[in-house]
């Protein structure tokens, strides 16, 4: 059987159980992966994962604002749980995703000490590529700030300013903030690594 992954900032878990995120719009259900660098974006709880995939394939993570990497995972301690692949997992439409209603026994546990430093390691491998806030071009960061503006429309943030995912949104994303508030919807155009 094939083995998957599922990272998450609580220790101790033998079984995995089917649960509803709350900003995702996803059913009650448990998410795993076959690749580790995208299992290891979710050792910390946050409001959004900036990874995506190139077109040959290959797993990327983009800041989507100055120093995002190490403020968001620097210092944060996981478990790494693996399972084994059942019949009753099935393949979603992102890459290496896999997902079940039911129940899944957790094979073995590996504790991460600090996730920045384990998605630092995938890089070091080659296994993931990071794209660095001031990597990324004029065009890419326009891109982040019309997305992040039609996300806190899309999500009625402006109507919730007091909601931790608004508040999120208004930190890290001021620009976008005041696109969303003042703005025109943003034109979204693909952004490829």
Known sequence: MDTLYHVSPTPGLTVLKPSVT???GKPRQVCLTASLPMALMYGVKHFEYTYGYTRDGRIYYEEYFPNALE????????????????????????????VTKSEVPVDAELPIPDVC????????????????WDEMNEKSRRWVVRAEADTIREKGLLARPDDPFARYMQEKYPESWALAT???PGEIEHNQC
Do not use: H
């Open 22 to 24: 709350k900003y995702f």
């Open 71 to 98: 403020e968001l995972y620097r210092g944060e301690a996981a478990s790494l749980y693996t399972c084994s692949r059942r019949p009753d997992m099935e393949m979603t439409q992102i890459p290496n995703e896999y």
């Open 117 to 132: 430093e384990a998605l630092l390691e995938q890089e070091r491998l080659g296994a993931l590529k990071i794209v660095r």
């Open 182 to 184: 003042d703005g025109l």
